[in-house]
């Protein structure tokens, strides 16, 4: 089977069933080690305000870079079940929430998917790369950390550092890195 590399965003704003967020961040990791996912890179967490015109707490954010014998559609339905076992409810678009998993580039691949999610009826919408991660500095930063030299719309595109340094001098320091 293919072994594959792939970059999961992380964030979240409450405690939730497991803890705090970063408690919520580790249960997320062992949740997804054990069906499948295999983490080789974590960026620090960054704490950054939220966007959307919503009143809420500061959201942590970061990335992952593992490995996966998954398929990204896989990949993405596993990503959503951990987040409902930990207690995410989908209420409000940019809102506050306990947990958030978003797959950000998946090896080489692109394109747009939607299927069925593992029998639940419900559909899950795929695009890869994540297109909006070019433009969140919340996502840019710790990706950044991890994988400057990644180019998540190929060779004849701008690496992750040189996007993260294109971003409005406000939105970078907005992000203040955790440790």
């Not at 590399?5 to 249960?27: C, I």
């Not at 994988?147 to 701008?158: L, N, T, V, Y």
Request: proline share 7%; hydrophobic share 45%.
């Amino acid at each position: 089977m293919i072994n594959e590399a792939a970059f999961v965003a992380f964030g979240a704003n409450l405690p939730g069933p497991a803890g705090s967020p970063l408690d919520t961040f580790r249960a997320a990791a062992a949740l997804l080690a054990r069906r499948g996912v295999h983490f080789t890179e974590a960026s620090s967490v960054y704490a950054s305000d939220p966007w959307g015109g919503i009143r809420q707490p500061v959201f942590l954010n970061g990335v992952w870079e593992i490995r996966t014998v998954l398929s990204p559609h896989r990949l993405m339905v596993t990503l959503l079940d951990v987040e409902r076992q930990l207690g995410r409810r989908r209420r409000v678009r940019w809102g506050p929430r306990v947990i958030d998993l978003d797959l950000l580039a998946f090896g080489a691949r692109s394109g747009s998917w939607q299927s069925g999610a593992a029998g639940r009826g419900a559909m899950v919408d795929l695009e890869l790369p994540h297109p909006r991660m070019g433009d969140r500095a919340f996502v840019l930063l710790p990706l950044a950390e991890i994988a400057p030299m990644f180019k998540p719309w190929g060779d004849e595109h701008c690496t992750v550092s040189q996007m993260a340094e294109k971003l409005p001098i406000r939105e970078r320091f907005t992000i203040r890195r955790q440790g």
